[in-house]
């Protein structure tokens, strides 16, 4: 069974790198990302406040939550219904790093992808998957990239969708979002000690993923 595991923060091009890697290897892209996403999207539908633990953990018990793929891409399904694009909007994105910090939405979704994991041969991202769900993964990587490089990827992502965005606000939110991922007290933003740093700062997607696919391919 062939894992690859990629952590790394907010904007490092890890998705990305992470879609087009199991393109060539032709395994399973999971977005894990986008589960917590959809987590946080749960408790913006019910009004929930994403800080109230025990509502959280409620709200988050019997989550309908689906992930399936569609014409070559992934689909989040929340409830019935696709919101693949309406998880990507920025308050989702800072709603899905405070949901993510509870100790039972990480519990749940770690759940859900060891049951992928252990099935299929899969990438997955995420902020701790070399280090706390799959932690014997045989290829880690640690994928990361200076903020304000990742703020101006996500600014111009965004501004592609047609929505408008202050860049100095959206750089603050991803430094933001770096100290709440790697200061929670369950399963931080870390890069676990056997994983491989890859900055890919001033490095191109295909790059990356030729540089990480030779690591495969060596090991």
């Given amino acids: 069974m062939i894992n690859i595991a990629l952590d790394g923060p907010a904007g490092s091009g890890k998705s990305t790198v992470a879609k087009t890697i199991s393109k060539k290897l032709d395994i399973l892209y999971l977005d894990t990302g986008a589960m917590y996403r959809a987590c946080g999207l749960k408790c ?47 308050e989702v994105s800072m709603l899905a790093s405070t949901v993510s910090a509870h100790r039972s939405v990480r519990l749940k979704m770690v759940e859900m992808q060891r049951e992928i994991a252990s099935s299929t041969d899969c990438v997955l991202d995420g902020r701790d998957i070399g280090s706390y769900v799959l932690p014997n993964a045989k290829y880690k990587f640690y994928v990361t990239a200076d903020s304000k490089v990742r703020a101006e990827r996500r600014y111009k992502e965004l ?49 990356v993923v030729d540089k990480i696919i030779s690591y495969i391919k060596e090991g």
């Fill in 44 to 90: 913006l539908n019910e009004g929930v406040d994403v800080k109230d633990a025990e509502n959280v953990e409620k709200v988050i018990k019997d989550i309908d939550l689906k992930i399936y793929y569609k014409d070559g891409a992934q689909v989040t399904c929340l409830d019935g219904k696709d919101v693949s694009t309406d998880i990507r909007k920025p």
């Fill in 159 to 207: 501004i592609e969708r047609g929505e408008k965005v202050d860049f100095d606000a959206l750089h603050q939110e991803i430094i933001q979002r770096d100290y709440n991922d790697s200061h929670r007290d369950f399963a931080p933003l870390v890069q676990a000690e056997d994983a491989i740093l890859v900055d890919t700062s001033y490095m191109t997607v295909e790059e």
